[in-house]
């Protein structure tokens, strides 16, 4: 029973080009957001993060987006650098600091 | 500021040993978690701890899996006896409270059951 799910493992764009990274939950009692990065032979780094009272977050050259009527949030890289390359891990909890579910993530890769 | 320290890296045993992991959270983090990551998964959450103190363990397999955090510290989680599905990364990762929502993680311990 998977509750949050990236149905992409792989996205690949072009350097300067916006990297699209979706992310789909079927529990509605998730109220907070967030994604984390990983490269090889790393543990993940936080990214970036939304609670449900918002639909957008920025931070930068990152923006969330959470739509909760379809469940659902992406995340947004502009413009995409080959230093981006890595995987994106989006995951939530209900209420701050419990319990996070996370989804398989995506690898991305950007190309020069 | 010292991030997340895990030990070992690497971890090769047979299946039915005993292993041991060691996790020294940032200085100061009260809340300490473990988690398990299955090639092509995401991390899932074994344990969290509130200082010494543990707030979930739902998730872990108590029948062979323990963790325990001695003065709100260090922390160790332990399998045995480990099984062929045990193999996986074991990343530790603490924040500086409950309620806050970013942690930091360690690189983790990729551990090998064959």
């Known amino acids: 029973d998977q509750q949050v799910k990236q149905n992409s493992p792989s996205l690949s764009v072009q350097e300067g080009r916006i990297s699209i990274l979706n992310c789909d939950y079927t529990?509605?009692?998730?109220?907070?957001f967030l994604w984390y990065k990983k490269y090889p032979a790393e543990g993940p780094t936080f990214l970036i993060s939304?609670?449900?009272?918002?639909d957008k977050n920025e931070d930068g050259r990152f923006t969330v987006f959470l739509n909760k009527s379809a469940k659902h949030l992406s995340l947004h890289i502009v413009p995409s650098q080959p230093g981006d390359s890595a995987v994106y891990f989006c995951?939530?909890?209900?209420?701050?600091?419990?319990?996070?579910?996370f989804g398989p993530g995506t690898r991305l890769s950007v190309l020069p | 500021e010292a991030g997340v320290a895990q030990s070992p890296r690497y971890k090769i045993i047979e299946k039915r040993q005993s292993v041991a992991f060691w996790c020294n959270p940032i200085?100061?983090?009260?809340?300490l978690y473990w988690y398990q990551q299955i090639l092509g998964q995401g991390p899932k959450l074994l344990i969290q701890?509130?200082?010494?103190?543990?707030?979930?363990d739902s998730q872990l397999p108590k029948d062979r899996f323990s963790a325990e955090r001695l003065k709100g510290v260090d922390s160790t989680l332990k399998i045995q006896p480990a099984k062929l599905e045990d193999s996986a990364v074991y990343l530790c990762?603490?924040?500086?409270?409950?309620?806050?929502?970013?942690?930091?993680f360690g690189q983790g311990t990729r551990l090998t059951v064959v």
């Open positions: 990762a603490s924040s500086y409270s409950r309620g806050n929502t970013e942690a930091f």
């Open positions: 529990n509605s009692m998730f109220d907070y």
């Open positions: 939304i609670s449900s009272i918002k």
């Open positions: 995951a939530a909890s209900v209420g701050y600091g419990q319990n996070f579910v």
């Open positions: 200085s100061g983090h009260a809340t």
């Open positions: 701890f509130q200082n010494n103190g543990v707030v979930d």
